[in-house]
Structures are given as C-alpha cells and as structure tokens.
C-alpha cells in the first residue's frame, strides 16, 4: 500500500515512521520548503536511535529510509491509498487540504485527520466525498505510543473505516474507536488528572505532594509532572479547548492555578522549570490514599458521562487511558478497585464541599447515581 501524509512536523513524520517501518511506501510533503528538506535527516535521527539501542538493526533502518519519499506538491500524492493530514491545528486549513486532496484520489482511498480537537465531521463537511473521511489519532512520539484513537463521523463509509483500522493495527499499534465527540476518549478522559490535582492545589496542597500521593499509587508520573512533561502551555490551550466544546461545564473548569503557572513562564521541561520539575519528589504524604482516591473518583465519573454518551465501551475506555497516558489502570477498573460505595460517596462529598464556581462539577453521571 502506499501511505500519504500531509505536515512533516513532529506528529507527520513520525506517523510516516510508523508505516514506513510497517513496509509501506510512505510519499510526504509539507508546505513549507524547510520541512520537506530536512524530514529525510529527521527521520534517519530517529532510526538511528533505534539502531543505536539495539532496537533496530541498520539494515532495516537503510530499507525504511528507503520507503519515504518526500514530494514537493500535493498532486505527487494521488497514488496513495490512505493519506493521513497532520498540518496545522486549523479547521480551514484541514478543509482546504482536504478539498485539495479528495479530486486528486482514486475514489477508494481513505482520507484520516489526526486532529486532536476539532470536529471529524466539521472536516469533512462540504467534500464531495464526506464518506471517505475519518479521525486517525496519534500520540506523541508516534512511533513509540502504541494507541491509535479511530475516529468515524457520521456518514464515514466502514470499507473506509476497516481499511485504515487493519492497516494501523498491521502497522503495530491497538486501535480504539471511540465518537466524533471533544477530546475523543483520552483528552477527555484525562482532564481530571489535572483538574483534580489542581483543585487541591488551590485548596492549598502542594503539587509536590499531590504528585508523590499518585506515583505511590502506581503512576509512572504525577499530574503535575505530567503537565511539566507536556508543557503547560500546551496543556493549558488543550483544557481551554475542551472546556469552550463542553459549554464551560465546570467538569472542565479551568483553574487560574494554571493559568498563573503559563503566565510565570515556567511551563516545564522545556524552559528549566515547571510545577515540580526539575525537583525530586518527597515521600508520599501521610493521607496519599485520600488523595488518590479522590483524583480517581473524578477520573471514574468523567469516563462514566462519556460511556452514557454512547459510541465507546468501558473497555475501550480503559485501554485508551492505559495506551494512551501510561496509567496504570482505566477509570473502570479503579472503580472496581475502590468499590461504587467509595467513588459515590466521595463524590458526593466534594459536590456538597465545592464552591460556588465548582458547584455541578461532581455532579455523578447516571451510571453512577447512588
Ligand atoms: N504534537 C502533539 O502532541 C500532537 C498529538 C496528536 C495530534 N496532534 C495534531 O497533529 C497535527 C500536527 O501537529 P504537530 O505537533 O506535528 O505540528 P507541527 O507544527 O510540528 O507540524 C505541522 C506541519 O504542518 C505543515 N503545514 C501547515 N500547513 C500546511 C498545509 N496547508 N499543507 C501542508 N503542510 C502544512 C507545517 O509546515 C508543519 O511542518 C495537529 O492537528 C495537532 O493537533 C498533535
């Protein structure tokens, strides 16, 4: 099969990685001069890596080199079977390279957004071909997440569906389907590891110790050290735009703790400094279960509105929270870990402590009602 991918940026190249390394001829371009001529480079860097760890022997590296070819015009693209766009975050940018893309198809190939936020449905809207388009959501590093979040709109054909499941699961990855809904499954579901920690923050528990309670819990990072890990700029923009899709529910209330946190500058890994990084955690405070508890009692009731929702099951949900944030469980089985009488229970409790700002945030989806 041929693979086509529009954006050479960090998500572009690397979901190109992904299927070169599957065998496919992978043709890419970008719009801008710059990425396509260093994406050969790029790519050989992030093999090297590979060969270097002793994951990858060089002569695969050579034949995976070998199957990316970087073109300089969209039309290059026509023979591809599957074209996957991983350009600029912007709905009339999506819709036009799409418009630009469909003429020049054969009438069987796929097209796949790897958008994180925008309608699937909004994309396809005013092709000639709505049918022919899906969601195919990566992770970053691609090449290394393995969860793939797949994403129909209403009218997407399922030859087109299944074409582009069996041709990522081939490529190594799990694929979860979930609905054309804010978020999908795990930037949705994993608001309330943030928002959770960040509401005891500003009930005056330290992020340091909100992050040793949940490490001891079994997570392989913090929430705070999460966010210093994604930036919490990027997480910022990512909870505002949830928060705006959701009609402000104040489920995805935006804390000024971390509107605080971008405006100081400190956004994380990536400028020297964050919520917790570069400090070593302490112990985990003397109540670390009754904060562990009461992040996951939220994450619990978030997953639980999206499965009332429809579109999605509860296992999906808890491999796409495992696959796709490294937790070491999903929401439903920390349910059957604390049992419904302590997650309603905690819940419950903090429904009746919130503020006024807060009030309807732990408000149980129907699942969940005692
Ligand atoms: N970075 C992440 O963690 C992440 C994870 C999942 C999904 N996504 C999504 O993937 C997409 C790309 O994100 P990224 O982080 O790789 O961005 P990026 O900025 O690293 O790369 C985007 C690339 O697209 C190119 N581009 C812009 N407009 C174009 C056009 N009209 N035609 C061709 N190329 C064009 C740019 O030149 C750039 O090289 C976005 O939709 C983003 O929301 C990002």
């Known amino acids: 099969m041929t693979i086509g991918i529009i954006g050479l940026g960090a998500m572009g190249l690397g979901i190109a990685q992904v299927y070169a390394q599957a065998g496919h001829e992978v043709l890419a371009t970008d719009a801008n001069a710059e990425a396509r001529g260093s994406a050969a480079?790029?790519?050989?860097?992030?093999?090297?890596?590979?060969?270097?760890?002793?994951?990858?022997?060089?002569?695969?590296?050579?034949?995976?080199?070998?199957?990316?070819?970087?073109?300089?015009?969209?039309?290059?693209?026509?023979?591809?079977?599957?074209?996957?766009?991983?350009?600029?975050?912007?709905?009339?940018?999506?819709?036009?390279?799409?418009?630009?893309?469909?003429?020049?198809?054969?009438?069987?190939?796929?097209?796949?957004?790897?958008?994180?936020?925008?309608?699937?449905?909004?994309?396809?809207?005013?092709?000639?071909?709505?049918?022919?388009?899906?969601?195919?959501?990566?992770?970053?590093?691609?090449?290394?997440?393995?969860?793939?979040?797949?994403?129909?709109?209403?009218?997407?054909?399922?030859?087109?569906?299944?074409?582009?499941?069996?041709?990522?699961?081939?490529?190594?990855?799990?694929?979860?389907?979930?609905?054309?809904?804010?978020?999908?499954?795990?930037?949705?579901?994993?608001?309330?590891?943030?928002?959770?920690?960040?509401?005891?923050?500003?009930?005056?528990?330290?992020?340091?110790?909100?992050?040793?309670?949940?490490?001891?819990?079994?997570f392989p990072v913090g929430p705070f050290g999460l966010i210093d890990l994604i930036g919490a700029d990027i997480n910022l923009a990512a909870t505002e735009s949830l928060a705006a899709a959701m009609g402000d529910h104040p489920r995805y209330h935006v804390f000024p703790a971390l509107k605080a946190q971008v405006a100081s500058g400190n956004l994380g890994r990536k400028t020297g400094r964050g919520f917790v990084f570069p400090d070593p955690l302490p112990p985990a405070p003397s109540d670390a279960a009754a904060i562990t508890l009461r992040i996951e009692a939220v994450l619990v009731n978030e997953a639980a509105w999206l499965l009332a929702e429809g579109g999605t099951t509860a296992e999906a949900i808890d491999t796409a929270l495992r696959l796709g944030l490294n937790f070491p469980r999903g929401p439903f089985a920390m349910l059957a870990q604390h049992g419904r009488d302590a997650v309603q229970t905690t819940l419950a409790a903090l429904e009746t402590a919130a503020p006024p700002g807060l009030k309807g945030r732990y408000l149980p989806a129907p699942d969940l009602r005692p």
């Open 41 to 218: 480079a790029r790519l050989a860097r992030s093999l090297d890596a590979r060969v270097a760890k002793g994951a990858m022997t060089a002569e695969t590296r050579d034949a995976v080199l070998g199957h990316l070819r970087v073109a300089d015009r969209i039309e290059d693209l026509a023979p591809a079977d599957l074209v996957i766009e991983a350009v600029v975050e912007r709905l009339d940018v999506k819709q036009a390279v799409f418009a630009a893309l469909e003429g020049l198809l054969s009438p069987d190939a796929v097209l796949a957004t790897n958008t994180s936020s925008l309608s699937v449905g909004a994309i396809a809207a005013g092709l000639s071909r709505p049918d022919r388009l899906l969601g195919l959501h990566f992770f970053n590093p691609a090449p290394a997440m393995r969860l793939v979040e797949l994403i129909p709109h209403p009218t997407t054909a399922p030859d087109a569906l299944a074409k582009a499941r069996s041709l990522t699961e081939a490529a190594g990855k799990t694929v979860i389907q979930c609905a054309d809904r804010p978020g999908f499954i795990v930037n949705r579901c994993a608001r309330p590891y943030y928002g959770e920690a960040l509401a005891l923050l500003s009930e005056g528990r330290s992020a340091a110790e909100i992050d040793a309670a949940m490490v001891a819990a079994g």
